[in-house]
């Protein structure tokens, strides 16, 4: 028997699975295809392609500087180079880790090769789809807390015995300071690019391919041991005032104290348990402040493992839910950024040009808006999938139609995370520069986050009641007249 392994662009670890599943002396060869046919399926981010490219590229270096027969293939599809790869190495099994997209996993099954082909299951994330799924069997909710606390068990993170370290499992509320004065941020680890980046580049700017984004700069890093850098930065420098202001928004500040470690994660570059203990070991060592170091581990631990979890346990029509039957379509800026709007101008701007945004101005900004004004949830979520640097398809699905969207009619969230440009304000700088005014519903110069949230809650009000959360919030509706709901109803349809 002779084995071949495919390892795909975002599988680059040498303990990932199928490389693992077969000794050095059985193993001819491995393949990475570059496939042009996959990107044109959706625009992609310019960084992105160049991020994943790149990557690849450097990995597959790094084997053969291990040892191995590695096979790089830049191609139109995947069947043709796997196809004539296999005979020329007289390949009789072609081993693949089970990739974390379910439509990729379709592209795997649609193939047609002359040797048999072995998926093996996934070990890039701590829970395993079957873990998961006994995990949620038989409850009335899933709900994201009761997961991280599980989670916080069962590998023995921040705890003393069975209870959580400081007596409480979530310090999120300590978390939410608004961004007043200097704040001081530290700056971003970025790096160079190197010659095979710069190559990745040229390639990607020449591509006739319809793309999303900018390459002005290109600052990823590209290898583990750049991820690893990435890692360690953030331990040292960043992690200690992570915590209270990680829901802040700030003009100009693109990273704040944010980890930025979600594109390397994703990649495989870095492995999530090694990432959660480097900040709990920081946390005893240092005396660093738990709610700092229980915000980023609830983030990983919980937040991705539970978004990863939820992906594979719900049914196949699940990208298709739409709850509130919104269908308007994404809005033109959201490509461009051209908008008076000034938090979306922002925000858009910088994804444009860096493929990234922290979890609030996605959630709080870019769905919010989505989900007030009623756009597709299947149209933002292709938008999102799109534009961000760490998207995929796992990541995309339960983040904007479950989570941003509220599609899911709350199977993911507890409420619709709709707000008006009070929470914006508060939040942020970007309500002093704008050209709308975030204290008027209504007029010229109202605020749209305004007129189009109010608009949202009472359109919906017959649905919204039955959220238990969002009763109160509901009862503002009584005290405005129906002069002034039918005219910021107006006002909403008019935008």
Request: contains cysteine; neutral net charge; charged residues 25%.
């Amino acid at each position: 028997m002779t084995i071949g392994i495919w390892i795909l662009g975002d599988q680059l670890h040498l303990k990932q699975a199928a490389l693992q599943s077969c000794d050095r002396g059985s193993l001819v060869s491995i393949i990475l295809i570059e496939s042009y046919v996959h990107i044109k399926q959706r625009r992609y981010h310019k960084q992105k392609l160049v991020l994943i490219w790149s990557a690849m590229r450097h990995f597959a270096d790094k084997l053969r500087n291990l040892g191995y027969s590695v096979t790089y293939n830049i191609a139109e599809d995947f069947q043709t180079p796997l196809e004539e790869w296999v005979n020329v190495n007289q390949i009789t099994e072609l081993r693949v880790m089970t990739p974390n997209d379910k439509p990729f996993l379709k592209t795997i099954k649609d193939l047609t090769l002359p040797c048999d082909v072995n998926i093996i299951p996934n070990n890039q994330f701590l829970w395993s789809g079957e873990e998961f799924n006994n995990w949620a069997k038989n409850r009335k909710r899933l709900l994201m807390e009761d997961f991280y606390r599980e989670g916080r068990r069962r590998f023995d993170i921040l705890m003393e015995a069975d209870k959580p370290v400081g007596g409480k499992w979530n310090l999120d509320k300590e978390n939410r300071k608004p961004p007043k004065g200097n704040l001081n941020t530290p700056d971003a680890k970025w790096f160079e690019a190197d010659e095979i980046t710069k190559e990745v580049i040229q390639q990607v700017n020449s591509l006739d391919i319809p793309t999303y984004g900018e390459i002005k700069q290109f600052r990823w890093g590209v290898t583990r041991s750049q991820a690893l850098e990435v890692l360690k930065y953030f331990i040292d420098i960043r992690l200690a005032d992570f915590g209270p202001y990680q829901d802040a928004m700030v003009t100009g500040e693109e990273t704040m104290w944010h980890a930025m470690l979600s594109p390397y994660l994703n990649l495989g570059l870095l492995q999530p348990l090694e990432v959660i203990q480097a900040a709990e070991k920081a946390y005893y060592e240092n005396q660093l402040a738990l709610n700092s170091v229980e915000g980023f581990i609830r983030q990983v631990l919980g937040w991705r493992e539970y978004m990863h979890g939820i992906y594979h346990h719900v049914d196949a029509d699940y990208s298709q839910q739409n709850w509130f039957n919104h269908n308007k379509p994404l809005p033109e800026f959201y490509w461009t950024g051209e908008t008076k709007m000034n938090c979306l101008h922002q925000i858009l701007t910088q994804v444009m040009d860096t493929g990234y945004a922290h979890h609030i101005q996605r959630l709080m900004v870019l769905n919010n808006f989505g989900l007030i004004a009623g756009i597709s949830p299947q149209e933002l979520e292709n938008w999102f999938h799109a534009a961000f640097i760490d998207a995929y398809d796992w990541v995309m699905q339960t983040n904007v139609i479950g989570m941003g969207q509220y599609a899911d009619g709350g199977l993911l969230a507890s409420k619709p995370y709709a707000a008006s440009a009070n929470y914006i304000n508060k939040m942020s700088d970007y309500c002093k520069s704008c050209f709308y005014k975030h204290s008027q519903r209504t007029g010229e110069k109202a605020c749209p986050f305004n007129f189009l949230y109010w608009d949202f809650l009472n359109r919906h009000r017959d649905k919204l009641k039955f959220q238990g959360r969002m009763n109160f919030i509901l009862k503002n509706l009584d005290k405005m007249s129906a002069e002034e709901l039918e005219k910021i109803h107006q006002q909403a349809e008019g935008i």
